[in-house]
């Protein structure tokens, strides 16, 4: 890519190319070291996002945020602790062969993390995503490759049979978590 700009920039400061021209050119250059073909080129790997799993939301008092989903949007509760904690189902995919739904995971917001004065905001905590063709040395790999520090989600996290994920940074801090169902013979893999 490095080249291709060089070269332009060349005809452009010789004048055998208008700004109109080389503005043009600079564009599709970069649409094209973009595409997943020029990624595959590159040696990158493209993970393919194929839904939004969950997001975790900490607010005040997950009791009143679970009623007002429920009661306005009519998403199913699922995983409620009865304390702290619970998931608020919506959509539809599927996860080797069984119906699984996206959610929002809420909880109440730890005292110690809620300023003496807590605004009435809650806070996403996290993104997840689920990604297809899962293989847990490959995306860990990938992540690592990208000068990313892929953390495993905790023993148990999950409430699917062989769910694996990591959790990363994106460019601006905010916690992504990548995930997917270790297939068989997946090093993750538990029977």
């Not at 939301?57 to 949007?73: K, M, P």
């Not at 809650?122 to 860990?140: C, M, P, Q, S, Y």
């Not at 990591?166 to 801090?173: E, I, K, L, S």
């Amino acid at each position: 890519m490095e080249i291709v700009v060089s070269e332009l920039l060349k005809k452009y400061e010789n004048g055998k190319m208008s700004r109109r021209q080389l503005i043009q050119s600079l564009a599709a250059a970069a649409l094209a070291a973009s595409s997943p073909a020029a990624a595959a080129a590159q040696g990158q790997t493209r993970f393919q996002t194929i839904r939004l799993d969950h997001v975790s939301y900490q607010v005040r008092d997950y009791q009143r945020t679970r009623d007002f989903y429920t009661g306005l949007l009519g998403m199913p509760v699922d995983g409620d602790n009865g304390k702290d904690y619970c998931q608020l189902l919506f959509g539809e995919s599927h996860r080797q062969g069984a119906r699984a739904r996206s959610f929002i995971g809420v909880r109440t917001r730890p005292s110690d993390a809620q300023p003496p004065n807590p605004s009435p905001i809650g806070r996403i905590d996290h993104l997840a995503f689920t990604i297809e063709d899962w293989d847990t040395n490959k995306v860990r790999t990938e992540l690592e490759r990208r000068g990313m520090k892929p953390r495993p989600a905790p023993a148990g996290a999950g409430d699917t049979a062989n769910y694996m994920s990591f959790y990363v940074a994106d460019p601006d801090g905010f916690e992504i978590q990548i995930s997917g169902i270790a297939p068989p013979g997946d090093s993750a893999y538990k029977g």
